[in-house]
Nanobody, 126 residues
């Protein structure tokens, strides 16, 4: 079992920055690829970014490329999402997720992740 706890959300003006954190406990964090997803009101949950277990690979949704950076510290069992140049359309509940499948592929479909956090709200005002 893995527990994931997100933090760092809040209210920010357009153009501002936030750093989200996701602290993991339980199963060996360093063996999992980690993803960030978001869900805006009235919309389906969507992929944001993913990082491989060894930090060797990352992948981003097109709309956040160049603005968001995913990183992880396996010593602290934590994955981060640094968000800059925020836009009102980034407003959503942000979730982190852990993928322990042995294939090692970076996944962008929420159904392929094994564990989820409870989410943290990010609101960007115009």
């Amino acid at each position: 079992q893995v527990q994931l706890v997100e933090s760092g959300g809040g209210l920010v003006q357009a153009g501002g920055s936030l750093r989200l954190s996701c602290a993991a406990s339980g199963r060996t964090f360093s063996l999992s690829n980690m993803g960030w997803f978001r869900q805006a009101p009235g919309k389906e949950r969507e992929f944001v970014a993913v990082i491989s277990w060894n930090r060797g690979s990352t992948y981003y949704q097109d709309s956040v490329k160049g603005r968001f950076t995913i990183s992880r510290d396996n010593g602290k069992n934590t994955v981060y999402l640094q968000m800059s140049s925020l836009k009102p359309e980034d407003t959503a509940v942000y979730y982190c997720a852990a993928d322990f499948s042995p294939d090692g592929r970076l996944k962008m479909v929420d159904g392929e992740y094994d564990y989820w956090g409870q989410g943290t709200q990010v609101t960007v005002s115009s």
